[in-house]
Every structure is written in C-alpha cells, then in structure tokens.
T-cell receptor, first 114, second 115 residues
C-alpha cells in the first residue's frame, strides 16, 4: 500500500533555481493539499485541489504554483527558489465525504535553498 | 485572522495522568470537521480523532477524546493515562466543507510526558 508518495525526499537548491515537487496518491481521493512546515511550527497550507481540475490558494501561496495533473497527481513548483522557502513540504490527500475524511500524508520533502 | 489557535506551545504531563490540549477555531461555515494529528520526532503525521460539526456526541478513540464545545468554538483533545510514547507535537486542524474543503492547521502544542 503506497498511499501518498512524494518525490524527491531531499533537495538542495541555489537561490533562483526552479524545481517541482511531485505527489501521487493511489487511494482514489478527490482532494489533495500541499503544506509547508518550518522548524518548530505548524503546517501552513500552500495550495489545495478540492477535485480534479480545480486548484485554490491556501494561506501562503506566494512563490509557488501547482498543477492537478489528474486525479492521482498534484505537483508543486517553485519557479525561483528563495531561502525563505527552506522548509519541509508535505503532500496530503483525502475523500472529504468518506467516514472521517481524514488527511493521509506523504513522508515529506525536505528542501534547502542556499 | 487565525482559523485555528492552539495557545499552549508546550506542556508537561506526568506519566499515567490525563492532559487536555486546547484548540479554538474560527469559521462561518456551518459544515466543518475538526481533526487532531500527532507528529512524533520522526516527522510523520498520525491521525488521532475527528469531530464533525453536526455530531451530537463528543468523539472518542481509545485514550483520546475530543471535548467539543460548539458555541465556544473549541475542540480540546483529552489524552487519558499518558504514556511516554505520547511525547510529540499535536496539531488541531479544521476542514471547511463549503470552502472547497480547505483544511488548515493550528501552530501545534509540544507535549512532554515525564516518567
């Protein structure tokens, strides 16, 4: 059972470089989310996708773009990385109408921007 | 404005005692869900308990219970009989069902269980 898979797990970038974080889920979930977690802090919502074909900004969308490629995949792109984007990024998915609609999380992607 | 507020950055509890972690929320959506997650030092997010806004009874799940006070907009987590393995970060979260299922987290509470 793969659940939610994020790649890469670790990445070091230089300021100004671009990269894409990939996320895929195999649970047939409708909704997918990208969060960032800075050291000692909570998760802040970057973007989310309630269903295939829709995306919405969360609390901290600046500097990021997303693509809901299909029902399974939801990618997060940093066009021009900045040191302030150094963080751990979590992808998550859920079916809100299911029993509890709990979020299922990936293992996280640790990004360092120098 | 913060949607989810956890006012206790850190808490200590003696092993085998009960502890309450506070969470207040802010929404105008009549349909919402409240969640608690545990994050141990290893970093994974572990789902603990869920409360729907229309649920009449407080949710319980083993040693975890959720003290849901809708009028006060609070959803406190109660952990009974604390164990050393309960030491972790705890996050409260809310999903607003009529806002595209937007799901936001509070800043967390670090719980430390003393032997």
């Amino acid at each position: 059972n793969a659940g939610v898979t994020q790649t890469p797990k670790f990445q070091v970038l230089k300021t100004g470089q671009s990269m894409t974080l990939q996320c895929a889920q195999d649970m047939n979930h409708n909704s997918m989310y990208w969060y960032r977690q800075d050291p000692g802090m909570g998760l802040r919502l970057i973007y989310y996708s309630a269903s295939e074909g829709t995306t919405d900004k969360g609390e901290v969308p600046n500097g990021y773009n997303v693509s809901r490629l299909n029902k399974r995949e939801f990618s997060l792109r940093l066009e021009s990385a900045a040191p302030s984007q150094t963080s751990v990024y979590f992808c998550a998915s859920t079916n809100p109408g299911a029993n509890t609609g709990e979020l299922f999380f990936g293992e996280g992607s640790r990004l360092t921007v120098l | 404005a913060q949607k989810i507020t956890q006012t206790q950055p850190g808490m200590f509890v003696q092993e085998k005692e009960a502890v309450t972690l506070d969470c207040t929320y802010d929404t105008s959506d009549p349909s919402y869900g409240l969640f608690w997650y545990k994050q141990p030092s290893s970093g994974e997010m572990i789902f603990l308990i869920y409360q729907g806004s229309y649920d009449q009874q407080n949710a319980t799940e083993g040693r975890y219970s959720l003290n849901f006070q809708k009028a006060r907009k609070s959803a406190n987590l109660v952990i009974s009989a604390s164990q050393l393995g309960d030491s972790a970060m705890y996050f409260c979260a809310m999903r607003e069902n009529n806002a595209g299922n937007m799901l936001t987290f509070g800043g967390g509470t670090r719980l430390m269980v003393k032997p």
